[in-house]
Every structure is written in C-alpha cells, then in structure tokens.
C-alpha cells in the first residue's frame, strides 16, 4: 500500500503539488517512486522555463526505464531541486519530502481540476 | 495476455518472494525482488541466484551429430573437448543471425546440447529440423522439461559446494561442465558460465530438482535476483543481447563477435556471406559509447554527428550501476565507430556528448 499525505493535490500522472500561495510545488507520489524502483537520473527543466497543463516537463528515469513529468498546473518554473538533481535517491526515500520544482501558476483554477487524496487514494491503490 | 504467458517451475516462489513481475520471451518472469541496484552489487560483490528456467534445451544426437552442429554453427565444434562448451550463433545464408547460444559436447559420442534463447526456442526448433535433410540426427526440444538457474558472483563456487553440495565444481574451468546425478537418479548438468562477467554456474535438472535447489539457495540468504539486473550485468560485460545487439540485420561481425565464426571452417550455414562481409567490411558497427552526462541513453535514440547528421542508433543503454557512468552499446555507420571518434546522443529534447569506448565496459572475472 503506498502512501498517500493528506492536504496535498495529486494528478493522475501520479505528481503531487502542494500550494504555497500562488507557487505550486511539485513532486512525485510514493506510488510513483514504488513503481519506478531506484531512481538514478532527474532530467530538469530549467528556470525561466514556461509550463503547459498536461505536457511533459522533464523525466524521471529509474535502472529500467525513463517515465516523463507532467506539469499538473501552468506557469512558469521559479526553482529546481538540486539536491534532488544530484541525489536522485531522495525520492525513493522520501517522496513528499523531496520536491522537484516550484511553479508560479498563471491559472490557480487549474488546481480545481487536481485530485484531493481521498480521490487519488482510488487510483494509487 | 496474461493467461498466455508461460510460466516456470519457480512461478510461485516468485510470487512468495513478492517479485515484480513482468512478461519476457512468452514467460511471466521476475524482472526484480529486492531492487535491481541491491541485486546487482550481490552478483558483483557476494552471489545471487537467477530462475533462467525459460532458457531453452535442445539435444542433438546421432552418427552426424557433430557435422550437423558445424554445419548450423558459426563456431568449430570439432575441436571441442567432451564437457567443453562454445559460444556462437547459428545464421541465416545472409549473414543474420537465427540466435546466439551455447554448444555443450556431451560425455557420451556423438551427442550435443544447443542452449538458446528463450524467445527463440519455437524458432529454433523449426530451423534445425528444417536443416537437418541428408544428416543422420535426432533432434529433441527438451525445453519444457528443464529447469534452470545461475550462480553468480564471486562467491558462487562456494556457494554450490555449500549449499548444494556438488564438490566437483571446484574443478570445473571456465566454459565446461560435469554431469551429476538427483536422488532419483535424475541428470543434473553443471556448468562454469554466465551472463554477468562474473565467475558463476548454470545449472539444468529436471523441474522439480531445480525448484529444490532454488528453495535451498534463497532460504539460506543467496540473494534471489532478476532478469532487471541481469541486463545491466551483461550490458557491463559486454555482452550482446539477442533482438538488441544481435538479429537478423544484425551479424556477428557488426556485433564484433567475429572470434565467434570460424571461417576457416569447411562449411556453415552463412559462412559465405560473413566471409564476404569479412574481405568488403560491414556498413555498420556495433560500438560502446561513454557519455560525458548523467542523462541516460535508451534503446532506439538517435545517435548523432556534431552537425545532428544521424549516424546510429542505441540499442542498450543504462546509467551503469557498477561504473557509475551513462554507457550505451549503439549501431553507428562503421566509418565513426573507431575508438575515441565523438558522438552524440540525442536523448528527448537534448543532445549528449559521448565517445566511443570498448564494449566490455566493466573488467570480467571470469576463472579460467
């Protein structure tokens, strides 16, 4: 069973955001990790770069496989997790804890369209 | 689907163990249980053992038996001892490749065992019959009755004599094997080979006897491992993968694998064409190349010139677990596949500087 935490927004591409006024920070569900295996390589997106709802961002890849990152809201990237970046690790360890980027939202009613964890619980069983 | 896929004698042991599964060749097989980081380091550092049950076993005998293999071999199995193996191919009269596999010659005259790839086995099969007009031969797919698993990792010959208790193996050099015997009297084939440039053992036995030994191994802590980190063992050794670095576009000597035909043998079936391939020189190379990021090649990127002219295309890569370097195998035009020529891979929206290094990436240590 992996873990879900309440209080943050999930997509169904298994990213989580938590909202920080008008900047969503995102990372990627213990789900997500778990299904992935050991994470060996973040392709970030750089600062300045401009964000569409829906379309790939970057990619995680694991050993195995490479599986993108979906940017659950639009805006523009603010900051990249370089800790993350050189310690790919950390999101097997400590997905919630481990953001990748922050976002500022150019439409926060896109967050409407997010998944609360009771709903996203459904699709990371 | 997945009633389809075939299942090995070690299914539910897989399943007890919590692996994660993963259909491969027509079999439901475990890709990884604990990690395929941690199974890698074990075969690298200590032992782990593999279900290769999927493998496929086809016997040959009869008053032809050995002009018949040489004649679907690309390797000369006529200066093969009795318990000695060789690696090669058998080979389309084009030059592309029917599969990679293993020749056992077996202790009794006139018998030898084909070990080929699980994807393989119905193909096979039907290419050795096909073949075999005006050879006095039997040819027997056994394939369903054997199980079989690999020991590797430096501690492995330790480990056979240990735990499964056949002393005889510390005598066996690399490439040979012994014959041995189940309680029941059932055959039990040991040999010194692998697939992750570690020292290591095959063992085949009947289903039953193989489920046993298996039981044995992982209760007593040998880490059970995956066909995951298998693919990253072979890929740092240097060793080709049927469907990846070796096909039917690809030959042996794009592969590099030349050692493994003997031209100047009488007769085999491709011979022509790899000689001519030989004398002309191939169109493509299968090369290795280390890039200069962390970013990860797969199989089927674009490998590229500095102006973005394609040149090749990666066919195995992987952020490399034991070197810790991003490393790829990739088919490029033979005229950039000289070592230190630099190249580039184009992996998603970027492009990836890298050069041309040897194939087997990691040192073997293999006994010899």
Redesign the interface.
Known sequence: MSKIVDGLLYSESHEWVRIDGNIAIIGVSDFAQAEMGDITYVDMPSEGDELTKGEDFGALESVKASSELYAPVSGKVVACNKQVEDSPELINEDPYGSWIIKVEMSDSSELDSLLDSVSYEKIAA | MTDDLKQTCLHNSHIELGA?MSPFAGFDMP??YS???DEHNSVRNEVGVFDVSHMGEIFISGPDALKFVNHIFTNDVSVLQEGGILYGMMCYPDGGVVDDLLVYREFEADHFLLVVNASNIDKDYLWIREHSDGFNVVIDNQSDRWGQIAVQGPESEQTVVDLLGIEEVRDLSFYTFLDAEDEEGGRVIVSRTGYTGEDGFEIYASNANIEAMWRELVGDGVKPCGL?CR??LRFEAGLPLYGDELSEEISPLMAGLGMFCKLDKEEFIGKEALETQKVCGVQKKLVGIELDD???P?AGYPVELEDGRQVGVVTTG??S?SLDRSLCFALVDSSFAALGTVLFVR??KRVFGGKVIKKRFYQTNYKK
């Open positions: 994660k890709i990884q990690g395929i980081i995951g693919d990253t962390n970013a990860i797969r992987y952020h677990i992996i998603r």
